[in-house]
C-alpha cells in the first residue's frame, strides 16, 4: 500500500528531525566549548522539520515503487536530499525558524543568511551526504526493503 510508506515516511521524517536538530545543536556547543542548553534553540529544530519531513515522506513513496535499489543510486539521492535539506534548512528554514522563534523578520539578515546557508550547504556535503545515507538506509530498513 503507497499511502502506508508515505505515512511511514512523514512520521520517520519528522522524528528524525528533532534527533537531528538535537544532535547538531550538542555537538556545535561541544566544539564551541561546552553544553550550555541541552535542547538548544528551537529555530533550528523549526527550520529542518520541514525539509527532512518532506524528503523522507516523498522518500517513501520512490521506495514503495522499487524492488531492488542500486549502492550507486541510494548514494546519489543521499547526495541530493543532504545537498536539499541543508540548502532549505539553511536558508529558508533559518527565516522561517527566526521569524516565528524572535516574533519578526525585522532582526534577519536576508543576504546574509541566503548567501552564507547556500555555502554551507555545499561545504558540508562531505558530512551530510554520509549522514544521509545512513538514514536513508536505516530507512529503507524500516519500509522492509
Known amino acids: 500500500m503507497k499511502n502506508y510508506s508515505w505515512i511511514k515516511g512523514l512520521i520517520f521524517g519528522v522524528v528524525f528531525s528533532f534527533i537531528i536538530g538535537l544532535l547538531f545543536m550538542l ?3 561541544i566544539w564551541a566549548g561546552g553544553i550550555s542548553s ?3 534553540e528551537s529555530w533550528l529544530y523549526l527550520s529542518i522539520i520541514i525539509p527532512v519531513t518532506i524528503n523522507f515522506t516523498v ?5 514503495h515503487n522499487r524492488k531492488e535499489i542500486t549502492n550507486k543510486k541510494l ?3 543521499s547526495l541530493v536530499s543532504a ?7 539553511g536558508t529558508i528554514g533559518a527565516i522561517f525558524g527566526e521569524t516565528i522563534v524572535r516574533g519578526g523578520m525585522e532582526t534577519i539578515n536576508f543576504e546574509g543568511t541566503f548567501l552564507w546557508g547556500t555555502i554551507y550547504a555545499f561545504i558540508l556535503l562531505p558530512f551530510t551526504t554520509p549522514f544521509a545515507r545512513l ?3 536505516f530507512f529503507i530498513k524500516l519500509l522492509g526493503k
Do not use: D, E, M
Not at 522518500?59 to 521506495?63: K, P, Q
Not at 545537498?83 to 534548512?89: A, Q
Open 27 to 29: 555537538i556545535a556547543q
Open 38 to 40: 541541552f535542547w538548544g
Open 59 to 63: 522518500l517513501g513513496g520512490y521506495f
Open 75 to 77: 548514494w546519489f539521492i
Open 83 to 89: 545537498f536539499l535539506v541543508t540548502l532549505y534548512s
Open 135 to 137: 538514514l536513508i538506509g
